[in-house]
C-alpha cells in the first residue's frame, strides 16, 4: 500500500487501476488525511508540509464565505472581513454578522476613519465628539478635514468659549508677485540690522546676497519690527510671541538652485512644529497681532536667495469661496461685537492697556451715570457731579457724591452761583471764589 505513511490497509481498486496503472487504495487515512494514497487533507483541514499532520482550518462560520481555507490556513473573508481565520472587521469596518462587518459611518472631517469594531461609534479627532465625530465639542468651532485636531478652539479674546462659523466672509489671498517691484519687503541680516536686497524686473522676485556665513532675511511689510536675534527658516513674530520653524518641515523639501515652492499651515498642532509649542489662544492671538515675518534667504557663505510669489491666506467680508474658520461668538453680559472685542454700554476695560483682550467690568460711577466711555472709564456724570467716577460734586455745588442719591449735590448758597465747601468739623458750608465786591 502506497498511503504516504498516512495508513496500513488498502484495497484493490480497478478503477483506480485503469486510470493510473496502480490500484491500491487506501483506507483509514490519519492526521486527518484523504484520497486514494492519503495524500492530501481531508475538506475543511490544511497543512503546511507534506510530512505535517492536516489541521482543521477553523474558518469563522459568521465571516467566512466557504469552510475550506488554502494551503496556508487563511480563509476567504466576505466583505469587510479579515483575519486568517475571517473572525474580525477590517479597520473602517465594524459589527461583524452574516452578511460581513458593516461600513463605519465616520464623519470624513472629525474621524480618524476608524471606529469601535463591534459598536461602530467612531474614533473622534481631539475636538470632536458624537458617535460619528459629527460635531465640534464645546468651545470649538470649525470641522475641517485638514484640521488634525478636527475642530479649532474658539478665540473670543478670552472671553467666550461659545462660537460657530461667521456667515459673510470669503478667501482672501494677501500676496506679493514683485511684478513692478520689491512689494515693501525688505532685507535684515540675523542681528536684525538692514541689509541690502535686489529686486530683478526681468525675474519678478527679489534676492539676498551674503558674504558671511550667518543667515539674511526677507522681511515682510507689516507695521512693525522687531530686532530680536533670529536664526531659524520662518519666523512668525506679534503680541510678544515668537514662533519659528525649519524650511523643510511640513513635509517641504530642501532649498535648490531650482524654484521650489512652500506651503506652511499656521497652526498650534504638533503636526505642524513651530517652535516653542504655543497654546491654541496663544498661537491665535499672535496671528491676530501679526508684526514680522521673517524668512530665511541665504544658507551658506557667498550664498544667494531669491524669493517670489508670496501669499498669505487671510479672509474678508463679501462674496467668494466661504473662509469658515472665521468666528462668530456668542459674548456673556458686558461684551460685543463679533469677536467680544467691545465693552457694551455700561461697561468698561478693566485694564485698557490690554485692549481687547481686558475683561469688561461695570463702570464705576458713584451711582450717577448708567454709562462711560468704553476704553478709559470715564463716566457720563449727571445729577450735579463730576470727575472720573461721578466722585465730586460739580463747581457751584455741595455735599458727597459717593452717597449714590439724586440729591447728593446740592446747589451752593453763593451769589452769583460761585462754588463753596463745607467745613469738615462744623458741616457749615462756606463759599468760596465769591464775586467782586462780596464777602
Known sequence: CDCNGRSQECYFDPELYRSTGHGGHCTKCQDN???????????????????????????????????????????????????????????????????????????????????????????????????????????????????????????????????????????YSITSTFQIDEDGWRAEQRDGSEASSEWSSERQDIAVISDSYFPRYFIAPVDRRDTRLSAEDLVLEGAGLRVSVPLIAQGNSYPSETTVKYVFRLHEATDYPWRPTLTPFEFQKLLNNLTSIKIRGTYSERSAGYLDDVTLASARPGPGVPATWVESCTCPVGYGGQFCEMCLSGYRRETPSLGPYSPCVLCTCNGHSETCDPETGVCNCRENTAGPHCEKCSDGYYGDSTVGTSSDCQPCPCPGGSSCAVVPKTQEVVCTNCPTGTT
Open 33 to 171: 488525511t484523504d484520497g486514494a494514497n492519503c495524500e492530501r487533507c481531508r475538506e475543511n483541514f490544511f497543512r503546511l508540509g507534506n510530512r505535517e499532520a492536516c489541521s482543521p482550518c477553523h474558518c469563522s462560520p459568521v465571516g467566512s464565505l466557504s469552510t475550506q481555507c488554502d494551503s496556508y490556513g487563511r480563509c476567504s473573508c466576505k466583505p469587510g472581513v479579515m483575519g486568517d481565520k475571517c473572525d474580525r472587521c477590517q479597520p473602517g469596518y465594524h459589527s461583524l454578522t452574516e452578511a460581513g462587518c458593516r461600513p463605519c459611518s465616520c464623519n470624513p472631517s472629525g474621524s480618524t476613519d476608524e471606529c469601535n469594531f463591534e459598536t461602530g461609534r467612531c474614533v473622534c479627532k481631539d475636538n470632536v465628539e458624537g458617535f460619528n465625530c459629527e460635531r465640534c465639542k464645546p468651545g470649538f468651532f470649525n470641522l475641517e478635514s485638514s484640521n488634525p485636531m478636527g475642530c479649532t478652539p474658539c478665540f473670543c479674546f478670552g472671553h467666550s468659549s461659545v462660537c460657530t462659523n461667521a456667515v459673510g466672509y470669503s478667501v
